[in-house]
């Protein structure tokens, strides 16, 4: 029982890191109809952005600023960067492509991940950086429950990720911003006929979706600690495979996909293998797959014939 | 929702000026202000149409691309990285004597940088070193091979290719020497390895390798001494990263544990698995140690923080390849394939000379390939006058005698390669955060 627990505490921190790079890539598949190849990297960089903000306030060893604000500063800074970075690479990589053919902006997103990768790795050097955060931020005095301890870290984790999302739906669901953004989703060119300015919904959606990829990376180091720049591939491509099994453009099956596969990756290295973690995540996207081709909950299409 | 709407108004700026409304200024459009949008699955968060099953089918080959173009683009960086047609000279022309280039490769970058530009530097210094004494004018070149077999063996094509490179110091890792074997000895180039410790790399298959360490027949007998002798673990759990070094070591170790009548449990990583909190949640209370055979320091790091973030006693053991700065968490161990030189006699003016021209302090790696150059140039200049030959390198590597080393004793090798009565030695972090050897 303590070890279930254990697991769903893993598996929980974990999933929340994956539903919101999921997200990411659910809204701008939403509303562009784009797979966001280099979406991984805009994560990558907010790991990057927010070990920065810890090193440049004092290091871990000894902070300037009192904990809490610095790691406030982590996220803003972090999401606020990757933000401006997503809009970036929509400008330059996506919306010249915004009228060729599907498989062009595809490409241009795998060139603009290798050129993030590479261009971090040439900036910043290639060795493993940690966040270390036990030096700050001790788990000492960590609640149990079931029998487990849980770092006050991952309790952050996991309910700044649930928030984010809560926040995202309600952005999307209330907001006038949410309202222009179903508007483009449901069909671009009525919502530009109706007055509605398509490149500043499409602005602001890679921005969304950025900063919550930066948030992720910057959980990923407070939890995981190391950050690298070959970090943002696997993770990119484990947010991807959460978005598909949910079903990609739903906000809830991002979530869903998220916790899913973040789940199953934490009980198979306990309950099966450490060897078959990442085989299963991608087991359970083909199974979803032929049961489900448009995700867990995904809706069918009404195609024109 | 207008804290949010007053917030993305402030976020994004117009980029043209005849839109200098912001989207969500809706409010001065016409149209569908204050009407529901057509799509009865919005209030769940619903924005799309759905996919089409080929678009699904377009996202799993791009996923497939994507994996193949991130495996190419660190080929292309070690490529370019490995500058062997550049090469560069490490000396000037001390001497007028033998001449030729040596072939470093080690992980320049990539996640053990740290010491692969230790090892390097170190190579170096030691070519500088023996020029000046000896009046050759060897030089070094260059190849970086990120830890990686794949880029090793593209360097090593590029070291057989060069017909200046007469001898090659390295590679760091076990699994690099593997893939880079059989390329020398067809080239009949000899290589010295000052870190790769997997014991089957000197059983005879790979005729022109050499080493200046230990090997993991040492590593595994001599940790799991300690670890049951002086810490007396009776359970203990062994991480093993995947690779050919992780495998040959974990085995070694669970032998020589079992041997000690300690219980062993074993698991396997990845190298670039980033969470270690299921494998740590598996470390049950009455284990002891926990022993990992990572190649990077840093893993080893997070693993311990990880531990303590859940509340487990248990410490972290790590082998030769967690000996690195990144691994600095207090009262864990790490043992390594060579002494700290600062403590040695005869080391003293390299350890001096290094830090004076590296402003650095360095570890446990650097050392062992200041004295697999020497090795390399020594085979190399013997009947030397002009060119180095590869060939005549090779065949006098095995009979080198370097009778002061900088690692604290002679240097000779065996028949198949190892060098003689060589051991590990084992450090505890201390609190200041540095390993310091434990007597």
């Not at chain 1, 060795?127 to 849980?150: C, F, H, K, N």
């Not at chain 2, 050919?244 to 974990?250: D, I, M, R, V």
């Not at chain 2, 005869?346 to 090795?375: I, N, S």
Request: with cysteine.
């Amino acid at each position: 029982m303590e070890q279930f627990a254990q697991q769903l505490v893993n598996g929980l921190t974990l999933g929340g890191v994956y539903a919101l790079i999921a997200l990411g890539y659910t809204l701008i598949y939403g509303v562009l109809q784009l797979l966001n190849f280099a979406h991984g990297e805009v994560y990558m960089v907010g790991a990057f952005l927010g070990y920065f903000v810890m090193t440049g306030l004092g290091g871990p060893a000894a902070p300037v600023v009192p904990v809490w604000l610095m790691i406030v500063l982590m996220f803003l800074v972090a999401m606020i960067g990757s933000g401006l970075l997503g809009v970036a690479v929509e400008q330059f990589a996506y919306r010249p492509l915004r009228n060729s053919a599907r498989i062009a902006p595809l490409i241009s997103a795998l060139g603009v991940s290798l050129f993030l990768q590479n261009a971090v790795l040439l900036l910043f050097g290639s060795q493993v950086r940690s966040y270390d955060t036990p030096r700050y931020w001790p788990a000492t005095g960590a609640p149990e429950l079931a029998g487990v301890r849980i770092s006050p870290v991952r309790i952050l984790v996991v309910a700044l990720a649930l928030v984010l999302m809560l926040a995202l739906v309600q952005l999307v669901n209330r907001s006038r911003f949410g309202r222009g953004m179903r508007a483009v989703a449901f069909d671009r060119d009525a919502a530009l006929m109706m007055g509605i300015d398509v490149n500043k919904v499409v602005v602001l959606v890679f921005f969304v979706a950025s900063a919550l990829a930066g948030a992720a990376g910057v959980m990923v180091g407070l939890v995981f600690f190391n950050v690298y720049s070959y970090m943002g591939f696997l993770a990119g491509l484990k947010g991807f495979t959460a978005a598909v099994v949910g079903g990609i453009g739903s906000i809830p099956g991002a979530m869903l996909g998220g916790f899913l596969i973040g789940l199953v990756e934490s009980f198979t290295t306990v309950y099966i293998s450490s060897n078959f973690a990442s085989v299963l995540s991608f087991l359970v996207l083909i199974l979803v797959m032929l049961v489900k081709p448009r995700g867990l909950l995904g809706k069918a299409a009404i195609v024109k014939v | 929702m207008r804290v949010i709407d007053t917030l993305i108004d402030g976020l994004v700026l117009s980029r043209s000026t005849s839109t200098t409304h912001l989207l969500i200024g809706l409010r001065e459009e016409p149209g569908p202000r204050g009407r529901a949008l057509p799509s009865p699955s919005f209030p769940t968060g619903e924005i799309m149409r759905a996919p089409s099953p080929v678009l699904v089918g377009l996202a799993a080959t791009a996923v497939l691309a994507l994996s193949g173009c991130a495996g190419g683009s660190t080929s292309e960086t070690a490529a370019a990285t490995a500058s062997a047609g550049a090469g560069s000279a490490a000396a000037g022309s001390a001497g007028t004597g033998c001449s030729g280039a040596l072939g470093v490769m080690a992980p320049i970058t990539g996640g053990a940088a740290s010491i692969g530009v230790e090892q390097l530097n170190f190579a170096k210094l030691a070519v500088e070193d023996f020029n000046a004494k000896n009046g050759t004018s060897f030089t070094t070149v260059e190849g970086d091979t990120q830890l990686d077999a794949g880029q090793a063996s593209t360097v090593a094509q590029q070291f057989v290719s060069n017909s200046k490179v007469i001898g090659v110091v390295g590679p760091a890792g076990s699994q690099e020497v593997e893939s880079v074997g059989q390329p020398f000895a067809d080239a009949k180039m000899s290589f010295v390895s000052p870190s790769a410790t997997k014991t089957s790399l000197s059983e005879g298959k790979y005729p022109t390798f050499a080493r200046v360490i230990p090997t993991d027949a040492v590593q595994g007998p001599t940790d799991a001494a300690f670890i049951a002798d002086e810490l007396g673990a009776k359970k203990v759990l062994i991480v093993e990263e995947k690779t050919s070094y992780g495998a040959g070591l974990s085995d070694a170790m669970e032998t020589a544990l079992q041997a000690k009548g300690v219980e062993v449990t074993r698991q396997q990583v990845s190298q670039k698995q980033p969470d270690y909190s299921s494998i740590v949640s598996l470390v049950s209370d009455d284990t002891q140690v926990v022993f990992v055979t990572f190649q990077i320091a840093a893993n080893s790091k997070a693993l311990a923080n990880q531990l303590q973030q859940q509340g487990k006693s248990a410490v972290v053991f790590g082998s030769d390849g967690s000996f690195s700065g990144d691994f600095d968490v207090p009262g864990q161990y790490v043992s390594s394939f060579a002494p700290d030189i600062t403590g040695i006699a005869a080391a003293k003016p390299v350890a001096d000379a290094y830090q004076a021209k590296y402003t650095g302090d360095f570890g446990t790696f650097g050392p062992p390939t200041y004295v697999a150059a020497q090795a390399v140039m020594t085979a190399a200049s013997k009947e030397c006058t002009g060119q180095a030959d590869r060939a005549r390198t090779s065949a006098n590597l095995l009979q080198v005698q370097l009778p002061d080393s900088i690692l604290g004793g002679p240097i000779a090798f065996t028949p198949t390669g190892d060098v003689q009565n060589a051991k590990f030695y084992i450090f505890k972090i201390g609190d200041d955060r540095k390993p310091a050897l434990v007597p």
